[in-house]
């Protein structure tokens, strides 16, 4: 599985600290392979690659945790380009 899509970055929460995801289309959405609907990706977003899992949300959502590193000093809201690869379990 490999993709890429634009997404709109968003915090999970509503108090400081809370985490910046992005949701992942349906079409790309890894199945799940791991405990607790994770699945583990090759994220690249905006030319900042590192290695993390996907997860299923209770709302059925894929969702990408968007680090502040990767988000180059984006805030929700706002859009960036995600590629995902398939890593092997």
Not at 59 to 65: C, E, F
Not at 75 to 83: D, F, I, K, N
Request: cysteine-free.
């Amino acid at each position: 599985m490999e993709g890429q899509f634009r997404g709109k970055l968003f915090l999970y929460g509503a108090e400081k600290g809370s985490w910046t995801f992005v949701a992942v289309p349906k079409r790309l959405a890894p199945p799940v392979t791991h405990s607790w609907g994770r699945t583990p990706v090759q994220a690249t977003i905006d030319g900042y690659s590192w290695a993390t899992s996907v997860w299923r949300g209770k709302d059925g959502r894929t969702l990408l945790a968007v680090p502040k590193a990767a988000r180059q000093g984006k805030e929700a809201g706002e859009l960036v380009t995600v590629r995902l690869v398939l890593r092997e379990p």
